[in-house]
């Protein structure tokens, strides 16, 4: 576009200092700028941002408002926000490349820019608009308004009714859809499309009586149903979205063909599971500083429950976005109502189009074959695995950043290339089982018998001498040491590397305990922060009283019901989990993925309480069960922070949501066992198989019952060295980021590491490939080609087909599957009907003596 060419006053940015890394140093920057004529002109500045592929996703909603900003900022304040910038934003991969290299041309002045200095000016005055009163992450900026309405109402009483129902609601089905493979869940985008209605229908239908006496009194219907109370009710209706994390356990507790547990009943459960959600609630608050308040935590799993609230309830501009015209409602209803049909062919009239497994359709009795390409048995290198969106989506490839999908992805590639060797090598005689099972072999090839080996519900070292030593899979052995080696590297990569805000946050919390008055946002200059001083605070202390409450949940059913565990060890897994999850929370908040830190728990009730397979299980259930619950609330409150809901708010709604999950969850459970007998059986109808409790009953095998010092000293010693390796990398893994930071910039060891292990419980490359190429589509290819359609429209997407998918796996489990109506022909039988659907492939037959392993008596 052709500008009036004039003359202006000259500018300079003298000084300029660069660090080894290329970033401008702040300090070192002189700026001096003489008066100048500014560019004022609206459609100028609308034209100028057309023609900038990394700006034009704000002409959506928010470009008055950034224009009315950029207009009343000074070029001396620009520079100082953006020479900020080039510190504050070093070395994160969400922040684009391409802004970055805008930002440092910038900064350089107008004659290294290149442009005359009136569109010089232009340009320097957005970016720093952008990164001071809105967000520098296209992605943030298509789901989070940069403006505040706090007189809109937010916390009444039909948001509590309303949420209170839906939370009852997903909390019952998730739990109960938990154990299927695959599992669908009621998601955040479902449970919107529930309330939303409920909210529009209850603000037109109920009278607006006044109820109640005192400061209780409250209008039953204060009038239309407002985006905040929408967002509020979601934010309380998540916690019924997750699984409450004991459940995770229960199965393997409980079912006879495991540890046959039959005393956990309703009460212990309850108590078992209010002590891990407190915690997560409790935890969430003190990590406010580290994961919610700093821009850089930019969560982008949260994004699409966000975008789907405001095109529910925020009026939308009528636009032509790369052709389209349609508005973002009628996009999610349609792509909602096309997946709705279509999953009923993958997962009932045709199910062979979810489990793709074509190689071994042509090849049903090689074992090879089945071992490489398989998607049950083996390691799953198939290029075309599924038609299924529920196993496309397993990854999340339209939500979480493209650089976390294909670090993730690349380690999985590793790691099945690690199984294949080890599988022809036969390397600790992982040979003799398929590759990819999470099943405990015995020396006879068989299903390890663990009563075999227990007396009175311990180990008994006669028992086990007379009988074997359990053998692990390839696919789990390498499950197993990758997350042991990404305990210690994760914590001290995460630690090191992101020290600065570690130690910026650990201040402002002892700050906010020593000074109860002082703001939490004062050390945040971003606009969400400066937005939400207006609202109360909720007090640091508060949280540490839900901190004492878990505590004391968990003492009572560590003392009161027999779970094999000293009360000391208790105390030494919640100091664990404290100390290893703000490395963790830290790199979800970036990357959309989250190491759980469980496995020190589990080990640590291996060597607490040897020979005790249960002892085993709690350690885990309390390390898992409060990390994860953990980045539930503190996702939620995220969340929560982007839409201006007041904090307070929040606190009160998601404990009640945590009471009723917990008390709803553990009756689901008990419905679950009473309603399906053979529950948890590898041929259960309706495919209740229960994969992660088999995977967590070798575990508990290995690291309980025959115990840490068996396993890691006499059967696979390489476990042990793997602690060590992570802690090897470390430093080599941050020297090489350092010292190559433009070539390594989106490499995430983490995830790479993180990547490795996603093999040993069913799930393979099966599972993670499709999702490759729907987030190079989504997330690389249309993000930057085509950024506007992409904010507009993408997570819209994404929440379409995963409610559609989500709403229809519901109506045919009801409807078809409950009471199981077989639909047998080739297209459901072709999958299973092979050594891969069968889980036989193996690439060595048995010996002629008929077992394997050490000679008798010598594993001790």
């Known amino acids: ?82 020479t900020y910038a080039t510190s504050y934003f070093k070395g994160d991969m969400n922040f684009p490349l391409k802004t970055m290299e805008k930002i440092h041309s910038l ?33 943030v900026r298509s789901v989070c308004s940069p403006i505040d309405d706090p007189t809109m109402q937010c916390e009444t009483f039909r948001v509590y009714l309303i949420a209170g129902i839906w939370t009852a609601f997903a909390a019952f089905v998730n739990n109960m859809m938990y154990w299927r493979q695959p599992h669908f869940t009621l998601s955040s985008q479902v449970i919107q499309l529930l309330i939303h209605p409920c909210g529009q229908a209850y603000s037109k239908i109920m009278p607006n009586w006044r109820i109640g006496f005192g400061r209780f009194k409250f209008q039953l219907n204060p009038g239309p149903w407002t985006f905040k109370e929408q967002m509020l009710a979601t934010i309380i209706a998540n916690a019924g979205v997750s699984v409450a994390t004991f459940i995770y356990y229960m199965p393997t507790m409980r079912m006879q063909m495991f540890y046959g547990e039959t005393w956990m009943t309703y009460g212990f459960n309850t108590v078992m599971s209010l002590s891990c959600q407190l915690f997560g609630l409790g935890m969430a608050g003190v990590l406010r500083r580290w994961v919610i308040y700093p821009v850089k935590a930019v969560w982008p799993t949260i994004l699409p429950t966000l975008q789907l609230n405001r095109t529910l309830l925020l009026p939308e501009k009528g636009q032509n976005i790369n052709g389209w015209t349609i508005s973002k409602y009628k996009l999610f209803n349609i792509s909602l109502a096309v997946s709705f049909v279509y999953f009923f062919l993958p997962d009932y009239l045709f199910t062979a189009l979810s489990t793709f497994n074509w190689p071994s359709w042509i090849a049903p009795n090689n074992n090879n074959v089945a071992m490489v390409m398989g998607s049950k048995a083996g390691v799953g290198v198939n290029p075309i695995a599924t038609f299924d969106w529920s196993v496309i989506n397993y990854s999340y490839p339209l939500i979480v950043p493209f650089y976390t999908i294909l670090n993730r992805y690349a380690g999985t590639v590793i790691g099945a290339v690690i199984i294949i060797i080890m599988v022809y090598t036969n390397y600790h005689y992982t040979g003799y089982f398929p590759p990819n099972v999470a099943t405990i072999y015995d020396r006879y090839g068989s299903t390890y018998n663990t009563s075999r080996v227990l007396t009175n519900g311990y180990f008994d070292v006669e028992k086990y001498r007379a009988y074997s030593p359990p053998f692990l899979s390839a696919g789990n052995l390498v499950l197993n040491g990758s997350e042991y080696a990404l305990v210690t590297f994760g914590f001290l990569y995460v630690v090191i590397g992101e020290w600065s805000t570690i130690k910026e946050a650990l201040i402002g919390f002892y700050k906010g305990l020593k000074e109860r008055n002082s703001s939490n946002f004062e050390s945040y200059r971003d606009p969400v922060s400066e937005m939400m001083k207006k609202y109360p605070e909720v007090p640091d202390w508060w949280f540490l009283v839900i901190l004492v409450l878990s505590f004391v949940f968990g003492i009572i059913a560590v003392k009161c019901w027999d779970t094999q565990l000293p009360i000391g060890i208790f105390f030494a897994v919640m100091a664990i989990t404290i100390a290893l999850i703000f490395p963790s929370m830290i790199l979800y908040a970036a990357t959309g993925y989250m190491y759980t830190v469980y496995l020190l728990a589990t080990l640590l009730g291996g060597y607490w309480v040897p020979g005790s397979g249960l002892a085993c299980i709690f350690t885990r259930s309390f390390g898992y069960g409060m ?175 995963t409610a559609g998918t989500a709403f229809s796996g519901i109506l045919i489990f009801v409807a078809l599957q409950y009471h199981p109506k077989s639909l047998s022909w080739w297209g459901n039988n072709v999958s299973s009907s092979n050594v891969d659907g069968e889980n036989t492939a193996t690439a060595f037959e048995l010996p002629t003596t008929g077992w394997f392993g050490p000679a008798n008596g010598t594993w001790m």
């Open 627 to 801: 990390d994860e619950q953990g980045e539930t609330y503190v996702g939620d409150q995220k969340m929560a922070h982007y839409a201006k809901i007041p904090p307070r708010a929040v606190f009160r709604g998601q404990i009640v949501a945590t009471i009723l999950q917990v008390l709803v969850s553990n009756a689901s459970w008990e419905m679950l066992t009473n309603g399906f007998p053979d529950l948890c059986s590898l041929t259960q109808a309706s495919k209740f198989t229960c994969p992660f409790a088999h995977t967590l009953y070798s575990q508990s095998l290995i690291l309980g019952v025959v115990g840490p010092t068996r396993t890691f000293n006499t059967l696979y010693p390489v476990l042990k060295w793997a602690f060590l390796m992570g802690v090897g990398m470390v430093i080599p893994c941050l020297l090489l980021r350092r010292f190559f930071p433009k070539y390594l910039h989106y490499c995430q060891p983490v995830l790479i590491l993180a990547g490795v292990g996603r093999y040993g419980s069913g799930y393979n490359l099966t599972y993670y490939t499709p999702g490759v190429f729907a987030s190079m589509a989504f997330m690389y290819y249309i993000r930057r080609r085509y950024a506007t359609w992409w904010a507009k429209y993408n997570y819209i997407l994404s929440s379409g087909l």
């Open 1 to 82: 576009m052709d500008y009036e060419k004039k003359e202006y006053p000259s500018v300079s940015v003298k000084n300029i200092d660069y660090d080894e890394e290329g970033f401008i140093s702040k300090s070192k920057v002189d700026v001096n700028v003489s008066t100048a004529q500014r560019i004022d002109d609206r459609d100028i500045i609308i034209s100028r941002i057309k023609e900038s592929d990394d700006l034009e996703d704000i002409l959506d909603d928010d470009a008055d408002f950034i224009i009315d900003k950029l207009s009343g900022m000074e070029h001396e304040e620009a520079i100082e926000v953006l």
């Open 107 to 139: 900064l350089q002045g107008p004659e290294a820019y290149g442009l005359s200095y009136e569109l010089y000016d232009l340009d320097l005055r957005l970016e720093a608009s952008l990164i001071k009163y809105h967000s520098p992450y296209p992605e």
